[in-house]
């Protein structure tokens, strides 16, 4: 089954749709998904979208905000464009026929989520990336010349001559096929399948991070893996993430004694960053030795559940009222700031590949996402991928950045080999247990030569010609995880969302700067 294209996007998230949109009023656009639509992270991303649209509000203040959050790192050129950028595309989602929630005088409705200064995040109730994801896919599905492949999993770039010029994909049947096209954009997602504990849903594999890094072309920041501090931690039950949004809202996180406690280690509480609330949890419940909860108890229950019924029914479902219990609560992984490294216009170092939203790394987020802001970047730089992709020529390879150091993949421990290709659990698992919120060297490298024998059992392996797609699945992992145990090794420092508990303090001396690598050097 080969289908041949001007444009080819990878991905059914914001990102990938809405570049679609534009490079269908120009050329031939398919578009490979692999699962249902509705399973991409911005059909699962509760807490809604980051945009300077209030009266209080500014692109500079916007700005400020994210730098902060980002620990550091923040490319600063990316970070203007998004704030400056982000009102205009928000207010085309609203011309569209958006249904953000309202406030009484019509307009937009604003609320306030950890690290944010002011309020200036749009939601529809508590759903807001199924939202955007219904009124993408309405324009996408009248558009005659988007063609959509349904059930099919991109298995590997095509590369002619240094150019990506499509990829390999495989359907739920195992028929394998290739998607020929001009320009190839990356959209696939995130990689928090890759942690036993996710928010994720069951499709975000890092195949998009996978793909590049195989076909050589460079990656960055991968070390810098974002844990969601609020995620239902009920046995029995799936983890369901609980939108930071109900914090901006005034819930409170508890011990089990019912002392408020993230103060004690926070200054800005409940509402400090994502990084440091996952951290002050982890911290109270070695110190307790009991888990922690999310309460709101104190808030007014027809508000609650008006304004969160997809979680209270969520909660409902694992025997709990959002309203009036203590909601059980822990970290799990969310978002990767680390992907493909890209320019401002999604060019890779790959020429006539793209990549936009979560699995390319701008820089945009430095060492840790402000809240929001995620859906905001898949709008933002998927609409300029798709303007930089109708370009007529070849783009040249991506330079590196006086603020990235491009450096080889080396092994850091040796390979002790002898593994079996392992099963995805197995991996995620190890991913959790080493690679965690809190890390250290002695774990690091058990997870890099681990990681490393499966990688090498499974290129060396015979693997049955059964179920392809999850092989595919199991490669993947395998990639990223061993991409992030490594860059998460080499970085001896802590910043944002990595934090190494043998090197507790940020080093600008040494760390200040991004990093990039490739698994393949040309």
């Known amino acids: 089954m080969d289908v ?36 991409s992270n911005t059909g699962y991303a509760q807490g809604g979208i980051a945009a300077a649209m209030g009266p209080d509000d500014s692109p500079e203040l916007h700005a400020r905000d994210t730098i ?9 050129d990316a970070v203007h464009l998004l704030v400056r950028e982000g009102p205009r595309y928000v207010g085309e989602l609203i011309d569209w026929g958006a249904a953000f929630d309202r406030a009484p005088d019509g307009r937009p409705a604003l609320g306030r989520e950890g690290a944010h200064s002011v309020r200036r995040v749009l939601h529809a109730r508590d759903a807001t990336g199924r939202e955007i994801a219904r009124l993408l896919w309405s324009r996408v599905s009248g558009n005659r010349r988007i063609r959509v492949v349904d059930d099919a ?3 590997d770039l095509v590369v002619t001559g240094g150019h990506c010029v499509g990829a390999t994909f495989v359907t739920t049947s195992n ?48 070390e810098f893996v974002q844990f969601h501090p609020t995620v239902l931690s009920v046995e029995g039950a799936p983890r369901f993430l609980l939108s930071e949004a109900l914090r901006g809202e005034g819930a409170r996180l508890i011990n089990s004694a019912g002392e408020a406690f993230v103060q004690r280690y926070e200054a800005a509480g409940d509402l400090a960053s994502r990084d440091l609330v996952s ?34 029914q969520a909660c409902a479902q694992a025997g709990l009222d959002l309203a009036r219990d203590p909601i059980p609560v822990s970290p799990a992984a969310h978002y990767m700031m680390g992907g493909v490294d890209t320019d401002l216009d999604g060019g890779t170092s790959l020429p006539g590949l793209f990549a936009a939203g979560e699995v390319a790394c701008t820089g945009v987020h430095g060492a840790n996402r402000l809240a929001s802001n995620s859906l905001l970047e898949g709008l ?5 991928a798709a303007e930089a992709m109708q370009a007529a020529s070849r783009p040249a390879p991506l330079p590196t950045s006086d603020a990235v150091v491009d450096a080889p993949i080396e092994d850091t421990v040796p390979d002790e080999g002898g593994s079996a290709i392992p099963s995805t659990d197995e991996v995620r698992d190890l991913m959790w247990r080493r690679v965690g919120v809190l890390r ?23 693997p049955s010609q059964g179920d392809q797609r999850e092989l595919g699945r199991v490669r993947s992992i395998l ?15 802590s910043r944002g969302a990595h934090f190494r508990t043998d090197f507790p303090a940020r080093d600008d001396l040494h760390w200040k700067t991004r990093i990039a690598a490739r698994l393949h050097v040309n």
């Open 175 to 222: 028929t394998r096929g290739t998607a020929s096209a001009g320009r190839t954009l990356l959209a696939t997602g995130g990689a928090g399948q890759i942690f036993r504990e996710t928010t994720n849903p069951a499709i975000a594999t890092g195949d998009g991070i996978a793909m590049a890094a195989r076909a050589g072309a460079r990656v960055a920041d991968l």
């Open 4 to 39: 041949c294209c001007d444009f080819l996007v990878i991905g059914s998230g914001i990102a990938g749709l809405r570049a679609a949109l534009s490079l269908a009023e120009v050329g031939n656009v398919v578009v490979l998904t692999k699962a249902d639509p509705g399973e």
């Open 380 to 384: 933002v730089f998927g609409a300029r």
């Open 279 to 312: 951290r002050a949890m982890v911290h109270e419940t070695e110190r307790t030795g009991s888990p922690v909860y999310l309460s709101l108890v104190h808030l007014d229950p027809v508000f609650v559940k008006q304004r969160f019924p997809t979680i209270a």
């Open 440 to 462: 250290d060297r002695s774990s690091l490298e058990r997870a890099v030569t681990q990681l490393q024998a499966w990688t090498g059992a499974l290129a060396g392996g015979r």
């Open 153 to 155: 999993l991109a298995t």
């Open 68 to 76: 902060a959050a980002g620990d550091g790192l923040c490319e600063l």
């Open 479 to 493: 990639t990223v995880g061993l991409l992030i145990a490594r860059a998460a090794l080499r970085r001896t420092e």
